[in-house]
């Protein structure tokens, strides 16, 4: 799953409005933003074994710190807590702590039984969701839209680059899915690596987006007349 994480960032603009585009996806995404550093580390393994699944050639040989049950319940707890030490902002920490906690679940729905529940286990879990490509791309697309539509009517753009960054920000992640759906298998494991960082680049990006949004305050008529005045 890759654009479902990022619809679900999205949409959490509904529940914490304060807290940045940027933030939500660190949270949704945080395993796979965690993963190629631990891949570099070997701590963790992929291989490249096309047909593997119909959805994606990557053959997730172990990947225990990033995509356990148990230590996404850790890095989400530690997360939160951290970004609530820092913001003090109860709902944003309730986005980052279920947010981080949704990339298993969502991972479990369409990862192979490849999903550990401990990093010392061996039974491994996986709904299998990418062995139908009509099934995923139904599934990432109503996700990836939902959260689209809920950040649309959450914010508005403060000036020019709160348009064209976020239309830039969604152009560039469906080219990705597209292109590792539909393109080529990664040439090599060196190569995953790199484009694995490449995630970072989209959590940047998204903190820039939400930088040149304001929250709409449809709940909220002071919150918006307030924000006018600002501008
Ligand atoms: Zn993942």
Known sequence: MFLGHIGLAMA????????SLGTAVLATQFADCLWPLLLVLGLEQVRIAPGITKMTPLYFVA??????????VIWAAAFAGIYYAARKYKAGAWVVALGV???WFLDWWSHRPDM???????????????NSVAGTVVVELIIFFGGLAIYLMATK???RTGSFALWGFVALLILIWVG????????SVKAIKA??????LIVAWAYWVDRHRSTAGASDGSNASAQ???R
Request: proline share 18%.
């Open 12 to 19: 959490a603009k509904r529940v914490a409005p304060k807290t």
């Open 63 to 72: 990947y225990p710190w990033s995509h356990s049950l148990l230590m996404d």
């Open 101 to 103: 906690l949704s990339h």
């Open 116 to 130: 550990p529940l401990t990093p010392w286990s061996q039974p491994k879990y996986g709904l299998g969701l990418w």
């Open 157 to 159: 753009p403060r000036d």
């Open 180 to 187: 590792a759906v539909f393109g080529p298998p990664p040439p």
């Open 195 to 200: 484009s694995g960082f490449g995630l970072w």
């Open 228 to 230: 006018m005045v600002s």
